[in-house]
């Protein structure tokens, strides 16, 4: 009786996160073979402008004084990321960007810090699907005898606190995961806004980056478009053709219905 109710509740959680991972690090080779769309490559340098600098007592104190000078935004930015705080870091960098909008270097430490938060609540759905899985067995569908929930079977009050502790993190990692996913969309995007045209082939792996991130938020046409945009710019590059094999089946999922009937 309660084991259908937790698969009920549980499976949409599972079927979303599966799309993610899948579609993020096996069908578009977000992360790992496509060089550029990894977050260590987004991350890169973030934090490291300056080893030292205003601290953040320093820079609140200094935005307190002047609300409206964007160099106390930015440096409380800077500042908690020296200390590892980089969730923290994204309201004060995004009150920058409203303040400096064509800030590229801005624009991309902010994405960055977007996508880390993203893998973050990834982790935390993987943590909570490895503990269902722990409690139902090895197949969180259908539950071994010698699993957690079969032993505990006998108190459903106990289970069904944790069931309910564990579908609520996952729903905290499914909403975590596509908002910042969708929030990392946004700034990139507003950075190719700003960035000219005579630039972009010096810099696309914006949008393999922008790609990577529009397909895990669920904007598939959005990746289409970035996707296609870097075959543009970029099309000897090293990862031309691994973009080139996986845009048919990327069209595909953005259009499911094109080319039936």
């Given at each position: 009786?309660?084991?259908?109710?937790?698969?009920?509740?549980?499976?949409?959680?599972?079927?979303?996160?599966?799309?993610?991972?899948?579609?993020?690090?096996?069908?578009?080779?977000?992360?790992?073979?496509?060089?550029?769309?990894?977050?260590?490559?987004?991350?890169q340098g973030l934090g490291q402008s300056a080893d030292t600098g205003p601290s953040v007592d320093d820079s609140r104190e200094k935005i307190r004084e002047r609300p409206n000078d964007p160099a106390g935004y930015r440096n409380l930015a800077t500042a908690l990321q020296r200390q590892g705080r980089n969730t923290e870091a994204?309201?004060?960098?995004?009150?920058?960007?409203?303040?400096?909008?064509?800030?590229?270097?801005?624009?991309?430490?902010?994405?960055?810090?977007?996508?880390?938060?993203?893998?973050?609540?990834?982790?935390?759905?993987?943590?909570?699907?490895?503990?269902?899985?722990?409690?139902?067995?090895?197949?969180?569908?259908?539950?071994?005898?010698?699993?957690?929930?079969?032993?505990?079977?006998?108190?459903?009050?106990?289970?069904?606190?944790?069931?309910?502790?564990?579908?609520?993190?996952?729903?905290?990692?499914?909403?975590?995961?596509?908002?910042?996913?969708?929030?990392?969309?946004?700034?990139?995007?507003?950075?190719?806004?700003?960035?000219?045209?005579?630039?972009?082939?010096?810099?696309?792996?914006?949008?393999?980056?922008?790609?990577?991130?529009?397909?895990?938020?669920?904007?598939?046409?959005?990746?289409?478009?970035?996707?296609?945009?870097?075959?543009?710019?970029?099309?000897?590059?090293?990862?031309?053709?691994?973009?080139?094999?996986?845009?048919?089946?990327?069209?595909?999922?953005?259009?499911?219905?094109?080319?039936?009937?």
């Amino acid at each position: 009786m309660f084991f259908p109710r937790l698969r009920r509740q549980a499976k949409w959680m599972f079927v979303f996160l599966a799309v993610i991972f899948g579609l993020g690090y096996v069908i578009f080779n977000v992360g790992g073979s496509i060089p550029g769309t990894g977050l260590g490559d987004v991350l890169q340098g973030l934090g490291q402008s300056a080893d030292t600098g205003p601290s953040v007592d320093d820079s609140r104190e200094k935005i307190r004084e002047r609300p409206n000078d964007p160099a106390g935004y930015r440096n409380l930015a800077t500042a908690l990321q020296r200390q590892g705080r980089n969730t923290e870091a994204i309201e004060p960098l995004e009150n920058y960007v409203r303040l400096r909008p064509k800030d590229r270097d801005a624009l991309q430490q902010l994405a960055g810090l977007h996508l880390a938060q993203a893998r973050t609540h990834e982790e935390q759905g993987t943590a909570a699907r490895a503990r269902l899985t722990e409690i139902t067995g090895a197949d969180v569908f259908t539950p071994s005898s010698q699993s957690q929930f079969s032993q505990q079977f006998g108190n459903p009050q106990i289970t069904s606190i944790e069931a309910t502790k564990l579908n609520q993190q996952l729903n905290q990692a499914f909403l975590g995961v596509q908002e910042s996913y969708k929030e990392a969309t946004t700034v990139l995007q507003r950075l190719i806004a700003v960035t000219p045209d005579e630039l972009e082939a010096d810099e696309p792996l914006v949008f393999l980056q922008l790609g990577s991130a529009a397909a895990s938020a669920g904007d598939l046409k959005a990746a289409v478009k970035a996707y296609e945009r870097y075959l543009e710019v970029a099309p000897d590059s090293a990862s031309a053709a691994s973009v080139r094999a996986q845009l048919p089946q990327l069209r595909q999922a953005a259009n499911p219905g094109k080319g039936k009937g």
